[in-house]
């Protein structure tokens, strides 16, 4: 079982900043690839960044200067620094992480996790 912790939502004005963490713990034998979706109200979860095999995947131009994804590999965590935050940004952000779980039995699987999701609005 792998679970993930995400923090550091909140309300915010138009261009101020956030920083996202997400943390994985649990039977981890390996991650391939961590990063964060998020869904607006009204809209489908939509991918805003991701690495995976030391590959940045971004949504948009507009989200990846906005938006810098980063990881620590030895903590299992996944982190997103928001700059100049606009009102379109308001959703609930969501961590994912996929890999190899590896029971206390010595059993391997695959995994694929998601947080509970942290919410985001940016609002005057």
């Known amino acids: 079982q792998v679970q993930l912790v995400e923090s550091g939502g909140g309300l915010v004005q138009p261009g101020g900043s956030l920083r996202l963490s997400c943390a994985a713990s649990g039977n981890i034998f390996s991650i391939n690839a961590m990063g964060w979706y998020r869904r607006a109200p009204g809209k489908q979860r939509e991918l805003v960044a991701a690495l995976t095999r030391g590959r940045i995947t971004t949504s948009a131009a507009s989200v990846k200067v906005r938006f810098t994804i980063s990881r620590d590999n030895a903590k299992n965590a996944v982190y997103l620094p928001m700059n100049s935050l606009k009102p379109e940004d308001t959703a609930v952000y969501y961590c994912?992480?996929?890999?190899?779980?590896?029971?206390?039995?010595?059993?391997?699987?695959?995994?694929?996790?998601w947080g509970q999701g942290t919410q985001v609005i940016v609002s005057s």
């Open positions: 994912n992480a996929n890999g190899v779980a590896r029971s206390s039995g010595g059993y391997y699987s695959g995994f694929a996790s």
